[in-house]
C-alpha cells in the first residue's frame, strides 16, 4: 500500500496488523454456502454440523420442500442465492436439471456411488434412498391378507381401507415411478381406484399415525418413518409393520435422494466440496448411525443394521433423471387426488 509507507513504522505495523487480523475472517466468508433444504431437516443438519466441524466451511441451510425450491431456483434462475439443493426426492432434481441450472458435480463425488443411485448426465447425484413399504395394523391384517402388489391397492376389495398423503413429494415420486414402468393409461387407471378406495392424510407421519391408532389398516409410505418412530418411544407405531412388495413391483421403488450445484453458485469449490463428503464415508456413516434411517448409497457403505438391506429389497429399475413431476401432478388432479 502506498499511503503505509509515508505512516511511522508504528502505525504501519498496527495497520499491517489489522490486515492480517481481517484476513480469517473474509476467509471464512468466502468459505461458506448456502443449501436450499429439502430433506428432511434432522439428516441435513447432521450432516451440516459434522462437514462444517470437518472442513471448516459455514454453511447456512433454508428449509423448504422438494418442488416448492425447484420452482424457486427456476424463478431465481442466475440470481438464486443457493449453492446447494438437496431434495428428498428424485422429481424435483430432474425439474432443475432440465432447465439447465445445474453445475456438473465432480467425476472423483460421482465415482464415489453407484450408478443406479445417480443419472448418467451427472448433473445431480444419489445421497441417500428410501424404500416405499405398506405399513400396516398387525392386529387386524395377517400376512396372508398383504396386497401382493401395490396395484392391488387399486382393486375394489380394498376400498375405504389404506391411507397415503398425495399432496407429499414422497408419495408423488411413487406415482412417477409407476407411471415410468407402466405408463400413462395403467397409472390412470391405478389413480382412479386410489381415489375409490383411500383415505388422504397431511404427511407420512400422520398416516402412519392412523394406522396405529386403527383408523385404517394400512398406509403407503417411506420405510423411514416407521424406524425413526420405534428408535424413539414407539408410541405412533406400536401396532404397525412394514410389507415390503418386493419382486420389482412399482411398490417395491426405492426413491433417490438428489444433491446437487447451481450453476450459478458463486462457491463452487465449496459446494462440490459438500457433496463429495456427503456421498463419502464422513456423509454415509450418517446415515449409518444417525436417526434417519434413511439407506445409504456409497459404495461400500453400509446403511443402519436395524433396516432390511437395499440389495434385498428388489427394487424396480427406475430412472431417476426423469421421474416426471409436471405429469404426475397433472394426472393426480384429474384423478382428484390433490
Ligand atoms: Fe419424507
Known amino acids: 500500500m502506498k499511503t503505509s509507507s509515508t505512516l511511522p513504522a508504528g502505525i504501519a505495523a498496527l495497520a499491517f496488523s489489522v490486515l492480517a487480523l481481517s484476513t480469517p475472517a473474509s476467509a471464512q466468508v468466502a468459505d461458506s454456502i448456502t443449501i436450499y433444504n429439502a430433506q428432511h431437516e434432522g439428516l441435513t443438519k447432521e450432516w451440516v454440523d459434522a462437514f462444517t466441524e470437518e472442513t471448516g466451511i459455514v454453511v447456512t441451510v433454508r428449509n423448504g420442500s422438494d418442488l416448492e425450491f425447484a420452482n424457486q431456483i427456476v424463478q431465481e434462475g442466475a440470481n438464486s442465492p443457493a449453492?446447494?439443493?438437496l431434495t428428498e426426492n428424485?422429481?424435483?432434481?430432474?425439474l432443475v436439471d432440465g432447465k439447465g441450472l445445474f453445475e456438473p458435480v465432480d467425476q472423483v463425488t460421482l465415482d464415489q456411488v453407484p450408478e443406479q443411485f445417480r443419472p448418467a448426465n451427472g448433473h445431480w447425484i444419489g445421497i441417500a434412498a428410501r424404500s416405499t413399504v405398506f405399513a400396516y395394523d398387525k392386529t387386524?391384517?395377517?400376512?396372508?391378507?398383504?396386497?401382493?402388489?401395490?396395484?392391488?391397492?387399486?382393486?375394489?376389495?380394498?376400498?375405504g381401507r389404506w391411507a397415503a398423503s398425495p399432496s407429499g413429494a414422497d408419495f408423488q415420486a411413487i406415482v412417477g415411478?409407476?407411471?415410468?414402468?407402466?405408463?400413462?393409461?395403467?397409472?390412470?387407471?391405478?389413480?382412479?381406484g386410489m381415489k375409490e378406495n383411500f383415505t388422504a392424510?397431511?404427511?407420512?407421519?400422520t398416516a402412519m399415525k392412523a394406522v396405529n391408532a386403527g383408523q385404517t389398516e394400512?398406509?403407503?409410505i417411506y420405510h423411514y418413518y416407521y424406524f425413526g418412530d420405534q428408535a424413539k418411544t414407539g408410541e405412533n407405531s406400536g401396532n404397525v409393520s412394514l410389507h415390503y412388495f418386493k419382486n420389482q413391483d412399482p411398490g417395491a421403488f426405492v426413491s433417490i435422494s438428489g444433491g446437487g450445484i447451481l450453476a450459478s453458485s458463486k462457491h463452487k469449490e465449496q459446494a462440490q466440496a459438500f457433496l463429495k463428503?456427503?456421498?463419502g464415508k464422513g456423509g454415509q456413516a450418517v446415515l449409518r448411525?444417525?436417526?434417519?434411517?434413511?439407506?445409504?448409497v456409497g459404495k461400500g457403505e453400509a446403511s443402519n443394521k436395524a433396516l432390511v438391506p437395499l440389495a434385498d429389497l428388489q427394487a424396480p429399475k427406475v430412472e431417476a433423471s426423469t421421474l416426471n413431476n409436471a405429469k404426475v401432478t397433472d394426472m393426480m388432479t384429474a384423478a382428484g387426488l390433490l
Open 277 to 279: 463428503w456427503v456421498t
Open 90 to 94: 428424485s422429481p424435483a432434481m430432474a
Open 140 to 159: 387386524k391384517l395377517s400376512a396372508d391378507k398383504l396386497p401382493k402388489s401395490m396395484l392391488d391397492l387399486a382393486k375394489p376389495e380394498w376400498k
Open 201 to 205: 392424510y397431511r404427511g407420512n407421519s
Open 218 to 220: 394400512g398406509a403407503l
Open 289 to 296: 448411525d444417525g436417526t434417519s434411517y434413511e439407506y445409504a
Open 177 to 192: 415411478a409407476l407411471l415410468q414402468l407402466k405408463g400413462e393409461e395403467a397409472t390412470a387407471e391405478w389413480l382412479k
Open 83 to 85: 449453492d446447494v439443493f
